[in-house]
């Protein structure tokens, strides 16, 4: 379970997130919708270590991790796959999932987990010695999910998953994504701008507005309320 | 036969360049830290291979055992208080500032020699030295032979390094994509210490092989300038096509001495250095431009 | 608007007040100091227009500087009028970067850095090969050597070097050059024919260090010829830059006051030591005022209300 407590974070002299609590449950999907610009990658890249909040604190099943380095936070279980994918373009396939398994745990069982993610992503293992920079859009956002999936994390942070794919593939991943949540019980937590998909996808979601959460709520309920119909699907309540 | 003899030591030459350049080349190309004092490095590493020779009779290749993890300390000591603290910075301001601040590294390395050492030339006479390989009417000194197989090795070693084991790959990630690097567990701290240090440590190969030639305090900035020019026919980032241009400019400066006489092979160098900047911008062994 | 007109004022005003300096004093050590302070003005204002104005980072400076002094220096003494000279020098440094230049600029960051110094090391060691001995001046110009015309020479270059830069970098040509320095690639998304404002400012920039290499050729009476081709004129046109501020107009004038004095202080006082002691105030400045000493305000005013929060970097 992921604890966030009231955290304030700056971005250099400007603060994006005001006073932000969120509990994530740990076996479930969560997502975190909100406009551009609201804060909610601000609030990922907290939970993985690039921001440090000036207020408040996270924990992860029990232990203090916003005063630990990212690397560290890795080590704890949390992985984050980065908005726009951010592959090391020059490198292949199978080194970028080598570079995934880099911490002590991750690296003995790095055969045993690649295994698993060109099992998941079968078209990885066909591509697996060709540069990254190679692939179709597709591929590099299931590469960059394998990638971070290689540190065996319990929780799987995904910044805007469906940025620039096609509507066919983002269902796709989604719903590879839904399977790697059912059958491993890696749990997830989805910030996104697309709201449909991001709320089919998920069990629980909560609604950030200009760096404050203004709603929580079962997703399947967020996507019926007036709240999320007016602000983000453009229609009118009933 | 006098042309093959020309040749022999503008490989020589050639190879001694690369050793020099091949840690600028990997600082710049990592880190995109411009390390102008890296001839300067080299010239204080040779000192040592001269001083351990005087005063304890070690062969330079021999104290290469002392001078690599020498350098090495003195590369983690560079980057912990100097250049660790630009990485903060936008590209453009971290080359700047490097640069300058390496600059001033460059002066008082070079002002401490002289204090230190005098500004005589020195250098190491081992039982080996001036022995030569006879092949035909060829004559290949033993030191060269040395140098030549030194490059080889260290390059593609490092080549290896950077592309086929965790560490080297990991050091790779964090050049292409700091912050990411970090997302996937990598210590990028240590990284990035550990990989200027080796930069700087790889000096200790070049000062070996300077020390049997001559060194002296003014050498440095010598030898950063054929490295810089060996950066451009490279390409920045290309860690094999830094020996194919040290060969490049040993042999084309080689035919210029053959050619034209001693006084020019500056321009000679200057020349094919203009001519790649026109014809290749982004160097000969890289294959997109902008950097 | 008016404030720009009191400040070109205020400028005319000194210069004019400079030109009248030699009807006051006679004491050569002040006229030998003040012609290096307008030599380093006029050198790191030229090196601002292209480092500063357009971004682009040349760390070949000695070698324009080298080039203006090295042909200056051969027609004068072959008998060529020094004005003549000198403009010819000027012009040498106008064609070597239209050979660098053309090439060089199209490539972005690093390249031009490397490429610039490559240039200028290559220069120095080429020169020294070929003339390395010491230019001395004919017997019947050191006859007629006198402090006062190189002092009005040097004040020439140095208000010439200002006047046309300030105008260029707030003209259109300016904004173009500053445009291509924010974002090279949205520049030419927007149209802006960012490898035209390149030149025009590698060309100025070129010109004026070359007058400053001039000026150096008339000043000294003998010196090695490789001596104005040395790296220290790369590297002291960007730290005197660096102290006053990058791309602001009068950083370079303050940065060449602070230096001037601070080299001359340490030559008159450490001796041997001086370029070691040197070399550490380098450094200092460089990793504790990082945007110069007109960051300063700045740099306090992040001290005390310290709020960042970024890590990791």
């Known amino acids: 379970m992921l604890e966030i407590t009231g955290i304030d974070v700056f971005h250099g002299d400007l603060q994006a997130v005001w006073d932000v609590s969120l509990i994530i449950e740990g076996k479930g999907i969560t997502t975190l919708i909100g406009s551009n610009g609201s804060g909610k990658s601000t609030v990922l890249a907290t939970i ?15 232990v203090r991790i916003d005063t630990l380095p990212a690397h560290k936070i890795v080590d704890a279980g949390i992985a984050m796959v980065p908005e726009g994918r951010r592959l090391f373009r020059e490198m292949t396939v199978m080194d970028n999932l080598e570079m995934g398994a880099i911490t002590k745990r991750a690296r003995q069982m790095k055969n045993e987990t690649m295994a698993w993610i060109f099992d998941v992503f079968p078209i990885l293992k066909e591509r697996a010695r060709q540069r990254a920079d190679t692939l179709s859009g597709g591929e590099q956002q299931m590469l960059a999910i394998g990638r971070s999936l290689m540190s065996q994390p319990r929780l799987l942070l995904v910044d805007e998953l469906s940025l620039g794919l096609a509507p066919v593939v983002v269902q796709k991943i989604s719903q590879t994504l839904d399977e790697i949540n059912k059958t491993k019980g890696i749990g997830i937590f989805l910030v996104e701008q697309n709201v449909v998909m991001a709320l089919e996808l998920a069990e629980t979601g909560h609604i950030i507005e200009n760096g404050r959460i203004v709603g929580t709520g079962k997703a399947s309920e967020l996507l019926a309320s007036d709240q999320v119909r007016q602000a983000y699907l453009g229609m009118e309540g009933e | 036969m006098e042309f093959a003899q020309y040749i022999t030591y503008g490989v020589i030459n ?11 080349a990997l600082i710049m190309g990592i880190m995109g830290i411009f390390n102008i004092a890296q001839g300067s490095l080299a010239m204080i590493a040779a000192y040592g291979s001269v001083l351990f020779f005087q005063h304890m009779k070690i062969d330079p290749f021999v104290s290469l055992a002392l001078t690599l993890p020498g350098m090495f300390l003195v590369g983690v000591f560079m980057y912990l208080t ?5 990485n903060k910075f936008d590209p453009g ?13 460059v002066l008082i ?37 040395a140098t030549i197989i030194l490059a080889i090795v260290v390059i593609f070693g490092l080549h290896f390094f950077l592309k086929h084991t965790t560490f080297g790959k990991s050091i790779w990630a964090v050049s292409q994509d700091h912050d990411c690097a970090m997302l996937m567990g990598i210590n990028v701290k240590r990284t990035t210490l550990v990989a200027f240090g080796l930069g700087i440590a790889l000096s200790a190969f070049a000062g070996a092989v300077v020390s049997l030639h001559t060194v002296s305090p003014a050498v440095g900035i010598d030898w950063t300038n054929k490295a810089l020019i060996l950066i451009v026919l490279a390409g920045v980032g290309s860690i094999n096509g830094i020996l194919f241009a040290g060969l490049l400019l040993g042999i084309v400066e080689a ?31 890289v294959r997109k431009a902008g950097v | 608007m008016v404030e720009r007109k009191k400040g070109l004022v205020l400028a005319a005003a000194v210069i004019v007040a400079l030109a009248l300096v030699p009807f006051f004093t006679v004491r050569e050590y002040v006229f030998s100091i003040l012609c290096m302070l307008f030599l380093y003005v006029t050198l790191s204002q030229s090196w601002n227009i292209l480092g500063g104005y357009t971004g682009q980072i040349n760390v070949g400076q000695a070698a324009f500087f080298g080039m203006g002094a090295l042909v200056a220096r051969l027609l004068w003494v072959a008998g060529v009028p ?33 490429g610039t110094l490559a240039v200028a090391t290559i220069a120095q060691i080429t020169v020294g090969n070929i003339l390395p001995g010491i230019s001395f001046l004919p017997a019947q110009q050191m006859a007629t050597y006198s402090l006062i015309p190189r002092y009005y020479v040097f004040l020439i270059i140095m208000a010439a070097a200002l006047a046309v830069i300030y105008f260029t970098v707030n003209s259109r040509v300016g904004l173009g050059m500053e445009a291509t320095r924010d974002d090279e690639e949205a520049a030419q998304m927007v149209g802006v024919n960012t490898f035209k404002y390149k030149m025009i400012a590698f060309l100025i920039s070129s010109f004026f260090a070359g007058l400053a290499g001039g000026g150096f050729a008339y000043f000294n009476a003998s010196y090695y010829w490789y001596l104005p081709f040395t790296l220290m004129w790369c590297f002291e046109p960007i730290l005197i830059v660096f102290i006053g501020g990058v791309g602001s107009f009068l950083g370079p004038v303050i940065g060449s006051v602070c230096y001037v004095l601070l080299k001359e202080l340490f030559a008159l006082t450490l001796g041997e030591a001086n370029l070691l002691i040197f070399g550490i105030v380098f450094i200092l400045t460089i990793l504790f005022f990082p945007k110069g000493v007109i960051g300063l305000p700045a740099k306090l005013r ?7 929060n970024v890590v990791g970097r």
Not at chain 2, 82 to 86: A, G, H, R
Not at chain 2, 114 to 136: D, F, H, K, P, Q
Not at chain 3, 88 to 106: F, N
Not at chain 3, 302 to 308: D, T, W
């Open chain 1, 48 to 62: 993985a270590g690039l921001l440090k909040p000036v207020r408040g604190s996270i924990s992860f099943d029990g």
């Open chain 2, 14 to 24: 050639g190879s001694l360049y690369a050793l020099v350049a091949i840690g600028l």
């Open chain 2, 82 to 86: 100097m250049f660790m603290s630009m």
């Open chain 2, 93 to 105: 301001q971290k080359l700047r500032n490097s640069m300058l601040v390496s600059f001033g590294l």
């Open chain 2, 109 to 145: 390395m070079e002002t401490l020699a002289t204090i230190l050492w005098t500004a005589n030339e020195r250098t190491v006479t081992t039982a080996y030295s001036g022995t030569v390989m006879a092949l035909g009417d060829l004559r290949i000194p033993y030191t060269g032979i």
């Open chain 2, 255 to 285: 035919l210029g001495v053959y050619l034209v006489g001693v006084h020019y092979t500056g321009v000679v160098g200057l020349l094919i250095f203009i001519i790649v900047l026109m014809l290749r911008p982004q160097g000969l062994f």
């Open chain 3, 82 to 114: 020094f004005y003549l000279s000198i403009l010819a020098g000027g012009l040498g440094s106008v064609i070597l970067a239209i050979i660098i230049g053309l090439p060089a600029l199209k490539l972005r960051g690093h390249y031009f850095a490397i």
């Open chain 3, 302 to 308: 992040q001290l005390f209300y310290r709020r960042g």
